[in-house]
Structures are given as structure tokens and as C-alpha cells.
């Protein structure tokens, strides 16, 4: 089970940290990633993150502004998101995947989901 938590209501140029815990199995061998959804869209690869804490790997929209990173032997993940824009409101979700690519398909588990919204 997949749970985060850390989202809520910050202004634009604000930061937020997002963290997803695991707990009943140990994520240290799956890669883990982060999505978002904003009502009426599709849902959004974020971020990933492989099993050893390497390779972090960012949608074009956050590169230069999210960073994420995992601690394995706290079971987990974490999105730290600067300069905050309107345009990143959207439930965050983590997920947990053991291979495939990037698309949401890939990922086996996933957390509830935690709301993020930025205003102008």
C-alpha cells in the first residue's frame, strides 16, 4: 500500500513537499514514480526514480523545478516541487512499478492521490 500525503494550497513561486510512504511490502526493488491529474485531463507522468535512488527522470514540464528522491530504508519517496505554477494544480499520485517504461500502464501500485493547488 502506497500513501501520500504533504499536498495542499500554496501561491504561485511557492514550494511544496510531497511524500509517499509504503507500507505491507518493501518498494526497495521497484523503480517509483510520481503522476499528476487536473480535472478534465488524462493522467500525467511526473517523475520516476529507480530502485537504488539513481537516474531521476522528470516530465519537461517540472525538469529544473521537482526533484525526487526515495530513502529506501524509510520506504519512501519524496517530490520536492519549487516555483510553483497555477498550471501544477492536480491530484499527485505515486505508483510503483518493476519495469516497462514511463506510462502509467507500467506501474503496478498506487497510492490515493494528494491535491495540490496553487493559486495566482
Known amino acids: 500500500q502506497l500513501q501520500a500525503c504533504g499536498g495542499g494550497l500554496v501561491q504561485a513561486g511557492g514550494s511544496l513537499r510531497l511524500s509517499c510512504a509504503a507500507s505491507?511490502?518493501?518498494?526497495?526493488?521497484?523503480?517509483m514514480g510520481w503522476f499528476r491529474q487536473a480535472p478534465g485531463k488524462e493522467r500525467e507522468f511526473v517523475a520516476d526514480i529507480r530502485w537504488s535512488g539513481g537516474w531521476p527522470y522528470y516530465a519537461d514540464s517540472v525538469k529544473g523545478r521537482f526533484t525526487m528522491s526515495r530513502d529506501n530504508a524509510k520506504n519512501t519517496v519524496y517530490l520536492q516541487m519549487n516555483s510553483l505554477q497555477p498550471e501544477d494544480t492536480a491530484v499527485y499520485y505515486c505508483a510503483a512499478r518493476r519495469g516497462g517504461d514511463y506510462g502509467p500502464n507500467s506501474y503496478d501500485y498506487w497510492g490515493q492521490g494528494t491535491q495540490v493547488t496553487v493559486s495566482s
Open positions: 505491507g511490502r518493501t518498494f526497495s526493488s521497484y523503480a
